[in-house]
């Protein structure tokens, strides 16, 4: 092949969790192959690098978050930021995969060259500002699924004349001091009931604020099940166990959800009200209008969330804001809660392919337009694979699946001869929501996103079992893919 670029086999766009994840995959598959990582911050990590607001947490265990190839050794299943940024870059040496990362580099264009074969992909230095070009056979996006510049926050109504601090915790300053300081946190999420008992510990007061409650489950610290095993085994029997233990409990959970979504209100209502004090009102504030797995459910550790409101360190209002005062929030109730400091913990800014529009021969490809087959290519789109995991479960172990399947297409590929895999999709093919989920920064931007079609291979599977035999098992010469053998002359 005559080159004026350099040559990549695979460029892995992002370096958190899932795309080392995927070097690892390839590094082990295909280790003819080369590589690399291209990472637009100064370091790996991803959304564990770039959140630093007080108590960052999973909101699922890390013997299903992690990674099946790396047993997670620390106590806590749900385990806390830094640790978990620590365990990705421990992987990313341990392998030799941080030498293949370029750090401080943004992908700002990537051209499939259809006479070429391969992706003329554009790099752009954050630190000089200088381009270059390579070569790529395949882009592998692992650069998530929102935007790491702006997190969401609606337009409060007064929001001008509050005198206090309004921080968002997706730019969460490292001096803000909040000692002593009354704050409300605005929202209902995995986010709000995390930063609320952590800033508890020293504030002098913490309200959360919510429109509508969000279901909230109290989780054991150390995983029971994973500590009796230690105890018996060596790490890695313990790990796997523990893991696969947990992967079927998250299926049960969310099993039993969807069959007797009424049993399993009355079953969440329970736990919380034995965690609050005598008479609290639960189906005020924590009494959902939706059924459990509609959205995620929260996981409060032990129940720390309802530790800090019965020690009346921390307090919910359930309400609407009517608008932003001076010295706090007026409610539509007529209630004024008073605030130094405003944390809008009001959710992300969903922003497909980190904001990378594929290009063919030119032409920017429209996302809404394509299908994506098996969630992880896109119909049309040449050599160009996705990270999207799950929403019900573990984001990450379908990112493991995925990866798995991808090197097997690679060398599948390799092994015939074939140097271009294009997903073609059926002729007027009826399609759906790419994401069936109720959080509102899915809902608000369905219309960027590709879809989905009804059947397989062009619908997603959120069932682990049968993804383990999809992804793992399953052909990958499927009569849904063009492959094609090369073309360009020497």
């Given amino acids: 092949m005559q080159n004026t670029v350099p040559f990549l086999d695979v460029l892995i766009v992002g370096a958190g969790i899932s795309g080392i994840g995927c070097a690892y995959h390839i590094q082990k598959k295909c280790p003819d192959l080369s590589y690399s990582i291209i990472e637009v911050r100064g370091d790996l990590g991803g959304t564990w690098d770039l959140f630093k607001y007080p108590g960052i947490r999973s909101d699922s265990d890390l013997f299903t978050f992690g990674y099946d190839f790396k047993p997670w050794k620390e106590k806590k ?31 700002v264009d990537i051209n499939w060259q259809t006479d070429k074969q391969y992706w003329l992909v554009t790099l752009e230095s954050e630190q000089s500002g200088q381009s270059e070009q390579v070569a790529a056979r395949w882009i592998f996006n692992a650069s998530g699924y929102y935007r790491y510049d702006k997190g969401y926050t609606p337009d409060f109504s007064g929001q ?38 952590a800033i508890a510990k020293t504030a002098s007061h913490v309200t959360m604020l919510q429109r509508t409650p969000s279901y909230v489950l109290p989780v054991p610290v150390e995983d029971p099940i994973a500590k009796y095993l230690r105890a018996l085994f060596n790490d890695d029997i313990a790990f796997n166990a523990a893991r696969r233990f947990n992967i079927a409990k998250q299926r049960w959970v969310y099993a039993f959800c969807q069959r007797f979504p009424k049993r399993a209100r009355k079953i969440i209502r329970s736990l919380n009200i034995k965690m609050l004090p005598e008479g609290y009102p639960v189906d005020k504030h924590f009494n959902p209008p939706y059924n459990p797995w509609e959205q995620r459910l929260c996981a409060v550790p032990g129940g720390d969330l309802f530790e800090s409101i019965s020690e009346g360190k921390a307090s919910v209002a359930t309400d609407t804001i009517d608008t932003f005062t001076e010295t706090g929030i007026q409610l539509v109730s007529g209630k004024h809660l008073d605030a130094d400091i405003i944390v809008t913990a009001t959710g992300l800014n969903l922003l497909p392919l980190g904001g990378l529009i594929p290009k063919i021969d030119g032409d920017p490809v429209s996302l809404p337009t394509c299908v994506t087959y098996k969630g992880m290519l896109l119909s049309g789109v040449p050599n160009f694979a996705i990270a999207v995991g799950y929403t019900a479960s573990s984001w990450t172990l379908k990112i493991g699946l995925l990866c798995e399947h991808f090197t097997r297409l690679l060398n599948h590929m390799k092994h015939h001869g074939f140097v271009q895999c294009t997903p073609v999709a059926e002729p007027d093919m009826e399609t759906q929501p790419l994401l069936n989920f109720g959080a509102g ?50």
């Fill in 77 to 107: 299943a749900i385990a806390d930021g830094r640790s978990i940024k620590a365990y990705i870059e421990e992987t990313a040496v341990e392998s030799g995969i941080k030498e293949h990362i370029r750090f401080l580099t943004r992908v």
């Fill in 441 to 490: 920064y899915i809902q608000r931007s369905l219309d960027k996103l590709p879809r989905q079609g009804m059947h397989f291979p062009w619908s997603m599977s959120f069932n682990y079992a049968e993804d383990v035999k999809i992804f793992r098992k399953g052909r990958v010469d499927d009569p849904a893919l063009k492959f094609e053998k090369r073309t360009e002359q020497d």
């Fill in 160 to 197: 001008s004349r509050f005198k206090g601090q309004i921080v968002h915790p997706q730019h969460w300053p490292e001096d803000l001091e909040y000692e002593n300081k009354r704050v409300v946190v605005i929202g209902s999420g995995a986010t709000a009931v995390t930063l609320v008992p």
